[in-house]
């Protein structure tokens, strides 16, 4: 379930129900999550989580919070607070929807940093929902090569994956813009609507109002 870093609710929900049909006790199914969860981000579970993406650091902590490792997200959250992470930025879900697969290479780290940087999932283990997986070395035969090849996913060196992710980011941006565009026009066609309306709702005079006074009352 954590192929792709992530646990939707969905899988939430079948996680809790396995973990009650099970028997294990609360220790035991801790050490499989923890166990789940340092498989699922590799090395950057055992490295120094200060250096990593602020993104990446929101994407171990989701994931664990959602397994129920409480040390780890406390230790995250410690993190993340003394590193005073941003928000994430906007175009930091751009690419939420590719799935790809980055093997260990001299190269591996950078195109890592700028797929975590726009939201594409990094699969650590091979399944058929990878795009593709970038290797400098395709005739590997590794747990990772060998699954691309049985599944027939598609093995592209490094050169030709950056150049696929640079080409995925320039078609969002432009969707990006494309969508501001379009609420921008529609927020304009707001304010004139609304501009007309109070226009309507504005008192008309008529000429003889502008040129005479009428009696005043008596007080």
């Not at 690419?95 to 697969?101: D, G, N, S, T």
């Not at 260990?104 to 650590?124: I, Q």
Request: charged content about 30%; overall charge negative; cysteine-free.
């Amino acid at each position: 379930m954590l192929d792709d870093g992530h646990l939707s609710p969905h899988e939430i929900e079948t996680l809790v129900t396995q973990a009650r049909r099970s028997g294990l006790t609360a220790d035991q199914l801790r050490q499989l999550h923890w166990s789940a969860w340092s498989a699922a981000f590799g090395t950057d579970a055992e490295g120094d989580w200060s250096t990593l993406t602020p993104v990446r650091r929101r994407e171990m902590l989701t994931a664990a919070d959602g397994l129920g490792l409480d040390a780890i997200v406390a230790e995250l959250t410690r993190i993340i607070e003394a590193m005073a992470d941003a928000p994430a930025s906007e175009h930091a879900t751009w690419l939420k929807k590719l799935r790809i697969a980055i093997a260990d290479g001299s190269d591996a780290e950078n195109l890592r940093a700028t797929a975590r940087e726009y939201g594409a999932r990094l699969a650590v283990n091979v399944t058929k929902t990878v795009t593709w997986l970038a290797t400098e070395t395709p005739t590997a035969v590794d747990k990772m090569h060998n699954a691309a090849r049985s599944l027939g996913v598609e093995m592209v060196p490094y050169e030709v994956a950056q150049r696929r992710l640079d080409a995925a980011i320039a078609e969002a941006e432009l969707n990006a813009l494309a969508k501001k565009q379009a609420q921008d026009d529609l927020e304009f066609a707001r304010r004139q609507q609304e501009a007309l309306r109070a226009a309507r709702s504005r008192p008309a005079w008529y000429p003889v109002e502008f040129d005479h006074d009428p009696p005043r009352g008596r007080r």
